[in-house]
T-cell receptor
Framework: NAGVMQNPRHLVRRRGQEARLRCSPM?????VYWYRQLPEEGLKFMVY????????ESGMPKERFSAEFPKEGPSILRIQQVVRGDSAAYFC???????????FGSGTRLTVV | ELKVEQNPLFLSMQEGKNYTIYCNYS?????LYWYRQDPGKSLESLFV???NGAVKQEGRLMASLDTKARLSTLHITAAVHDLSATYFC?????????????WGAGTKLIIKP
């Protein structure tokens, strides 16, 4: 079991470019969560998805950010027209359909220059 | 607004000493997690506390939960250098399934040899 796979591990984008972050959940997990962590801070919830459905996106900025979890393939967090304030570590977690517990990926560290 | 507050936020201690990290939360929840994060790394699950009075121990770490007081503690016994990390508590908003986690700001623990 490969765990939660995130890629890329590091991503550098210039202001105004698009960033695409990918997350493949653990085998058997159908729930995906994205969190953002700023330096020296805790994690902030962004969005909770199940296959083909966004369950809760209350933590997503209203503009430029979107997320999807298609029927096939990884979950994608997309940030359009990145700004310096988007620089952060973005963590994906997955959980099983029943039971409890979250498994985190290694994160994608986004740097906007 | 749900708040999860940890204290202290920073702790420097000598090897061999004991100390306690506190996690207070502001809403009803019967599920609380403790995670460890090393610099630049992902989050490692330490404990899941599921009910009032729950106590779990792993090595030199012991976690407890008092749902009436909305308080969890992480106690470190005879600290060793390898325990240096940032420790987060997180509260699950859902009662019956996984949902989103609300995180404390983290306690940065430095243990000096």
């Amino acid at each position: 079991n490969a765990g939660v796979m995130q890629n890329p591990r590091h991503l550098v984008r210039r202001r105004g470019q698009e960033a695409r972050l990918r997350c493949s959940p653990m085998k058997g997990h159908s729930h995906v969560y994205w969190y953002r962590q700023l330096p020296e801070e805790g994690l902030k919830f962004m969005v909770y998805l199940q296959k083909e459905n966004i369950i809760d996106e209350s933590g997503m900025p209203k503009e430029r950010f979107s997320a999807e979890f298609p029927k096939e393939g990884p979950s994608i967090l997309r940030i359009q027209q990145v700004v310096r304030g988007d620089s952060a570590a973005y963590f994906c977690a997955s959980s099983p359909t029943t039971g409890y517990g979250y498994t985190f990926g290694s994160g994608t560290r986004l740097t906007v220059v | 607004e749900l708040k999860v507050e940890q204290n202290p936020l920073f702790l420097s201690m000598q090897e061999g000493k004991n100390y306690t990290i506190y996690c207070n939360y502001s809403t009803t929840s019967d599920r609380l997690y403790w995670y460890r994060q090393d610099p630049g790394k992902s989050l490692e699950s330490l404990f899941v506390l599921l009910s009032n009075g729950a106590v779990k121990q792993e090595g030199r770490l012991m976690a407890s939960l008092d749902t009436k007081a909305r308080l969890s503690t992480l106690h470190i016994t005879a600290a060793v250098h390898d325990l240096s990390a940032t420790y987060f508590c997180a509260v699950d908003l859902a009662m019956d399934s996984n949902y989103q986690l609300i995180w404390g700001a983290g306690t940065k623990l430095i243990i000096k040899p």
